[in-house]
């Protein structure tokens, strides 16, 4: 049987709510660079985009708040998230309802959201999972012990 995790951390919702706002960011920049305005998109084209980028991160594991993105294997799981949704998107857009956009359009969109979620990623991962502000440490000195507890902690 399949249980949905009642618990949800502060940092899920952050990591949600911020790719959220790269995501709608991202299709706004993407018809004001190709058509030179912007909210050029319907509402349905971007709450579409959201939920299929947000559901194929989910499967992925990108909500996993304690995982270390700054390894290989999780900037690869990044690449192939983004990939499997824009080609969900395509999928989705040609064959259902919504108004879909370009290819220039589509493409520095899907550019813009890879870029700005690789950047996201990178930069929680490095603040939020690795502590780097939680950390605290004072070396006075540097001997050969200070020395190698400097290079192992930073």
Same mark, same amino acid.
Do not use: C
């Given at each position: ?8 951390? @502060?940092?899920?919702?952050? %990591? ?12 706004? %920049?993407? $018809?004001?660079?190709?058509?030179? $305005?912007?909210? +050029? +998109? ?24 304690? !995982?270390?993105?700054?390894? @290989? ?12 949704? !824009?080609?969900?998107?395509? !999928? ?26 690789? #950047? ?9 999972? #690795?502590?780097?502000?939680? @950390? ?8 050969? $012990? ?9």
């Amino acid at each position: 049987m399949f249980k949905l995790n009642s618990k949800i951390s @502060k940092k899920q919702i952050g %990591l949600l709510l911020v790719d959220m706002v790269i995501i709608w960011l991202s299709i706004e %920049l993407g $018809h004001f660079l190709r058509l030179g $305005h912007g909210n +050029a +998109a319907s509402l349905g084209y971007v709450i579409s985009n959201m939920f299929i980028y947000m559901l194929i991160f989910y499967i992925v594991g990108l909500y996993d708040f304690q !995982t270390d993105l700054r390894k @290989k294997k999780q900037l690869i799981n990044i690449v192939v998230s983004i990939g499997a949704a !824009t080609l969900a998107m395509i !999928t989705v857009l040609y064959m259902g309802r919504f108004f879909p956009p370009g290819r220039g359009i589509f493409g520095m969109q899907t550019a813009f959201v890879f870029f700005g979620i690789l #950047a996201w990623r990178l930069l929680y991962s490095r603040v939020a999972v #690795a502590g780097i502000f939680s @950390k605290k440490a004072l070396i006075m000195g540097m001997n050969v $012990h200070r020395y190698k507890l400097f290079v192992t902690r930073y």
